[in-house]
């Protein structure tokens, strides 16, 4: 003889229960998330042609940072554009007018689901200015390591 199959079932309370256990988990989770950080290497680097239109001429360290709010995806390559333009910028009212011994620094954290998925990067450019006679690229050294998320990144707050 078969028995009737006895259903349990799942009241407002049990459901109540379960969005409970489950936001316990989460925010267990979130304090375990670890930042990753990018960087171009232990060395400083410099474009090519940039170190033969600038020997002999004094070169001044700087150092930017920066911090940004991104949702949708992090790219990195472009925020270390917005970075090095805004320090080369500041250093052209110096009179200087490239960069050379750059390195740079990326650390993304997040996202977390209590921001709505809004990834926080902080980025660190460092660098030498300096006055040369070939054009600075205006692009940053080793654009090859800068691996970020993938998506449309939206840059929220700066």
């Given at each position: 003889?078969?028995?009737p199959?006895?259903k349990?079932?799942?009241g407002?309370a049990?459901v ?6 489950l936001r316990r ?7 375990k ?8 290497g232990?060395?400083?680097q410099?474009?090519?042609g940039l170190e033969e239109?600038?020997r002999g001429?004094e070169?001044?360290?700087?150092e930017y940072?920066?911090?940004f709010i991104?949702?949708?995806?992090v ?11 805004a ?6 009212a110096?009179?200087a ?27 660190r ?10 054009p600075?690229?205006?692009?940053p050294v080793?654009l090859?390591?800068?691996?970020g998320?993938?998506?449309?990144m939206?840059i929220v707050?700066?």
């Amino acid at each position: 003889s078969s028995s009737p199959s006895r259903k349990s079932p799942l009241g407002m309370a049990g459901v109540a229960n379960l969005f409970i256990r489950l936001r316990r988990l989460e925010q267990t989770t979130i304090g375990k998330q670890k930042h990753n950080v990018l960087s171009s290497g232990d060395e400083s680097q410099t474009q090519p042609g940039l170190e033969e239109g600038s020997r002999g001429v004094e070169k001044v360290e700087v150092e930017y940072h920066d911090h940004f709010i991104c949702v949708g995806g992090v790219n990195v390559a472009t925020l270390l554009r917005v970075a090095r333009a805004a320090l080369l910028q500041q250093v052209e009212a110096l009179g200087a007018n490239a960069l050379v011994d750059e390195q740079w620094e990326c650390t993304i954290s997040g996202p977390k689901p209590i921001h709505k998925g809004a990834y926080k990067v902080y980025v660190r450019y460092q660098a030498s200015a300096t006055k040369s006679r070939v054009p600075d690229p205006r692009r940053p050294v080793a654009l090859d390591k800068a691996k970020g998320v993938p998506g449309l990144m939206t840059i929220v707050k700066r």
